[in-house]
């Protein structure tokens, strides 16, 4: 279990992170979200000790990462892909990380079938693809067989395939009751691989919850209703406080009620009902909307605009 | 998956032996050593051959005092001042290819003991240029000999102080290779680590040769370079200190650069 407790870190006069707390349980697959520059790699490299926090604490099974001796037994990261001499084979990377931690060089071999490098193995690192560096990265954090997963944007420069496995690979490591922190920039795989969501913006906690109560508070979330009489049934709903646009001569998108609530209403008013739907919001359009205000780098567009249906 | 709380902490002693068998392995799996430790070799001997064909091509012509202040052990380690330049830059990448591609990261996350980390590099490299810098010097001084015995001017190995000398070179280059990464710990960049160990060694003695006397005698014989010559030389030549002084001085000059390197890799971010 990871546990950050009102962890700030300053950079000279940025603030990177601010007074962050956040739980990563064990057995669940967290997903660590956040626009460019919201501080999730700071955070990451203060979870592992490679940078010192200003104030706060963030403990790994109740301990300072700085204080364990082979920390690999029990955190395995991903920071950075490729962040290896490139010269070294990718063999001769993992030995030499394996015999830092006490670690038999036999299991060098293991973890590099289980990501499927063992062909290449011999090759130098620097001719490496991106996808062949991530591999390598998570070879590297499965190494010490550990606990608790770091990996930040371990899908990066992946293939459909890789990413697949990815996603695999996480849910099982997790179901085996490791707790693993994972950023990733690509919504829809968080949304498929996490179970609980840590979302901060400009170095601050946004949310810290299930994916399914992050999705659920989005304003997103709406009825879409489809009937001959929209004018008489959006007059209705508005009534009882919901808002409606009208997509259309005969469709309508109503937030604020449920489903079952609109369907009483239009029964109790004999309006006919073609199509009553909920529509979900996507965790990229929750996202979005709960970001919206700490957005560090913007283009002229709006991203939230340009992607909510 | 490990189950904490059943592992016993390992000791500070078996983090450091396994820091050693990490740094070793690094070492040994780069070009850049291989071709480092080859340059050294070749240039010891082969530029100290040079020298000495040289100095027998002239050695009729020269003054009977110069003959007679002859340093033939010393003279066949002449190599060793374009030499150390090798171990050094080498020691200086030790420590600075690990910033330059991000591995230190890997390396801190492995071992959060920095302190262990840089103790580790040290006594790898030191241990590894001590070897071959034995060879290299006795290497060069068997060839150095062969060629004064044409003219009867070799030195023995049981001559006073010739032993001493030999020895001198291989340590004065092992002690280096602890200056360079003590600079590359400090630098962090490769160029800049290389350019600063370039100054001490090359450029000081150049600039304190240029102060008024007897200032620039008596700075010059504190320098690295002075001291370390000072160890492989058997005749002292003016105003050098004398070889257990020299050694003492390259030991401090390696204690300072790396406890200032110990102690600003715990302080800094990595």
Same mark, same amino acid.
């Given at each position: 279990?990871?546990?950050?407790?009102?962890?700030?870190?300053?950079?000279?006069?940025?603030?990177?992170?601010?007074?962050?707390?956040?739980?990563?349980?064990?057995?669940?697959?967290?997903?660590?979200?956040?626009?460019?520059?919201?501080?999730?790699?700071?955070?990451?490299?203060?979870?592992?000790?490679?940078?010192?926090?200003?104030?706060?604490?963030?403990?790994?099974?109740?301990?300072?990462?700085?204080?364990?001796?082979?920390?690999?037994?029990?955190?395995?990261?991903?920071?950075?892909?490729?962040?290896?001499?490139?010269?070294?084979?990718?063999?001769?990377?993992?030995?030499?990380?394996?015999?830092?931690?006490?670690?038999?060089?036999?299991?060098?071999?293991?973890?590099?079938?289980?990501?499927?490098?063992?062909?290449?193995?011999?090759?130098? +690192?620097? @001719?490496?693809?991106?996808?062949?560096?991530?591999? %390598?990265?998570?070879?590297? $954090? /499965?190494?010490? !067989?550990?606990? #608790?997963?770091?990996?930040?944007?371990?899908?990066?420069?992946?293939?459909?395939?890789?990413?697949?496995?990815?996603?695999?690979?996480?849910?099982?490591?997790? +179901?085996? @009751?490791?707790?693993?922190?994972?950023?990733?920039? %690509?919504?829809?795989?968080? $949304? /498929?691989?996490? !179970?609980?969501? #840590?979302?901060?913006?400009?170095?601050?906690?946004?949310?810290?919850?299930?994916?399914?109560?992050?999705?659920?508070?989005?304003?997103?979330?709406?009825?879409?209703?489809?009937?001959?009489?929209?004018?008489?049934?959006?007059? %209705?709903?508005?009534?009882?406080?919901?808002?409606?646009?009208?997509?259309?001569?005969?469709?309508?998108?109503?937030?604020?009620?449920?489903?079952?609530?609109?369907?009483?209403?239009?029964?109790?008013?004999?309006?006919?009902?073609?199509?009553?739907?909920?529509?979900?919001?996507?965790?990229?359009?929750?996202?979005?909307?709960?970001?919206?205000?700490?957005?560090?780098?913007?283009?002229?567009?709006?991203?939230?605009?340009?992607?909510?249906? | 998956?490990?189950?904490?709380?059943?592992?016993?902490?390992?000791?500070?002693?078996?983090?450091?032996?396994?820091?050693?068998?990490?740094?070793?392995?690094?070492?040994?799996?780069?070009?850049?050593?291989?071709?480092?430790?080859?340059?050294?070799?070749?240039?010891?001997?082969?530029?100290?051959?040079?020298?000495?064909?040289?100095?027998?091509?002239?050695?009729?012509?020269?003054?009977?005092?110069?003959?007679?202040?002859?340093?033939?052990?010393?003279?066949?380690?002449?190599?060793?001042?374009?030499?150390?330049?090798?171990?050094?830059?080498?020691?200086?990448?030790?420590?600075?290819?690990?910033?330059?591609?991000?591995?230190?990261?890997?390396?801190?996350?492995?071992?959060?003991?920095?302190?262990?980390?840089?103790?580790?590099?040290?006594?790898?490299?030191?241990?590894?240029?001590?070897?071959?810098?034995?060879?290299?010097?006795?290497?060069?001084?068997?060839?150095?000999?062969?060629?004064?015995?044409?003219?009867?001017?070799?030195?023995?190995?049981?001559?006073?102080?010739?032993?001493?000398?030999?020895?001198?070179?291989?340590?004065?280059?092992?002690?280096?290779?602890?200056?360079?990464?003590?600079?590359?710990?400090?630098?962090?960049?490769?160029?800049?680590?290389?350019?600063?160990?370039?100054?001490?060694?090359?450029?000081?003695?150049?600039?304190?040769?240029?102060?008024?006397?007897?200032?620039?005698?008596?700075?010059?014989?504190?320098?690295?370079?002075?001291?370390?010559?000072?160890?492989?030389?058997?005749?002292?030549?003016?105003?050098?200190?004398?070889?257990?002084?020299?050694?003492?001085?390259?030991?401090?000059?390696?204690?300072?650069?790396?406890?200032?390197?110990?102690?600003?890799?715990?302080?800094?971010?990595?």
């Amino acid at each position: 279990m990871i546990e950050a407790v009102r962890v700030t870190k300053r950079y000279g006069t940025t603030l990177a992170v601010d007074d962050l707390s956040f739980t990563v349980p064990d057995g669940q697959v967290t997903g660590f979200l956040g626009p460019n520059g919201a501080g999730k790699s700071t955070t990451m490299r203060l979870t592992i000790g490679l940078d010192a926090p200003t104030s706060g604490r963030i403990t790994i099974n109740g301990r300072n990462y700085t204080e364990m001796r082979f920390p690999l037994h029990e955190v395995g990261a991903l920071l950075e892909a490729k962040a290896i001499h490139p010269g070294r084979s990718a063999r001769s990377h993992l030995r030499w990380l394996a015999a830092s931690n006490g670690i038999k060089p036999s299991r060098v071999d293991e973890v590099l079938e289980r990501v499927g490098l063992a062909s290449v193995a011999r090759r130098r +690192a620097g @001719g490496f693809s991106l996808g062949m560096g991530q591999r %390598l990265g998570i070879a590297a $954090a /499965l190494l010490g !067989d550990p606990g #608790v997963l770091l990996l930040d944007e371990p899908v990066n420069g992946l293939d459909p395939e890789g990413i697949l496995w990815v996603r695999h690979l996480l849910r099982s490591l997790a +179901a085996e @009751g490791r707790a693993i922190l994972v950023s990733s920039h %690509l919504m829809n795989e968080i $949304a /498929l691989t996490a !179970d609980h969501l #840590v979302v901060i913006g400009k170095g601050r906690l946004i949310a810290d919850g299930s994916v399914r109560d992050f999705i659920g508070r989005s304003s997103t979330n709406h009825v879409r209703v489809v009937t001959p009489q929209a004018d008489a049934l959006q007059r %209705l709903v508005e009534a009882h406080g919901a808002s409606v646009t009208q997509d259309g001569a005969e469709t309508l998108s109503i937030t604020g009620l449920e489903c079952r609530e609109v369907g009483v209403l239009a029964a109790n008013n004999a309006i006919t009902l073609y199509e009553l739907s909920p529509q979900q919001a996507t965790l990229e359009e929750a996202f979005m909307e709960m970001t919206r205000g700490s957005i560090e780098f913007q283009g002229e567009a709006h991203p939230a605009e340009s992607s909510v249906s | 998956m490990t189950t904490v709380a059943n592992v016993a902490a390992p000791s500070w002693f078996r983090v450091f032996l396994a820091a050693v068998r990490s740094e070793w392995l690094k070492l040994r799996t780069v070009r850049s050593t291989i071709w480092a430790l080859l340059v050294t070799l070749v240039i010891t001997v082969g530029l100290g051959a040079l020298f000495s064909a040289a100095r027998v091509s002239r050695w009729d012509r020269l003054d009977p005092r110069e003959r007679l202040i002859f340093d033939p052990a010393g003279f066949s380690l002449n190599g060793l001042f374009l030499a150390q330049l090798a171990i050094g830059v080498l020691g200086v990448l030790v420590m600075s290819s690990e910033y330059a591609t991000g591995q230190i990261r890997a390396t801190f996350g492995a071992t959060p003991q920095r302190r262990t980390v840089l103790a580790a590099k040290v006594v790898v490299y030191a241990v590894v240029v001590l070897v071959v810098g034995l060879v290299a010097c006795f290497a060069a001084f068997t060839v150095g000999q062969a060629i004064f015995s044409t003219k009867h001017a070799q030195a023995a190995l049981s001559d006073p102080g010739v032993l001493r000398a030999v020895l001198g070179g291989a340590v004065y280059l092992s002690l280096l290779g602890a200056i360079a990464i003590g600079l590359g710990a400090i630098l962090r960049r490769t160029a800049g680590a290389i350019a600063t160990l370039v100054g001490f060694l090359l450029i000081l003695p150049i600039l304190v040769s240029f102060l008024p006397d007897p200032w620039n005698d008596d700075i010059s014989k504190y320098l690295p370079s002075e001291a370390g010559a000072a160890i492989f030389h058997v005749r002292p030549r003016m105003a050098t200190v004398s070889p257990g002084a020299g050694l003492a001085l390259l030991c401090a000059y390696a204690a300072a650069s790396l406890l200032i390197g110990a102690t600003l890799l715990s302080a800094r971010d990595a």
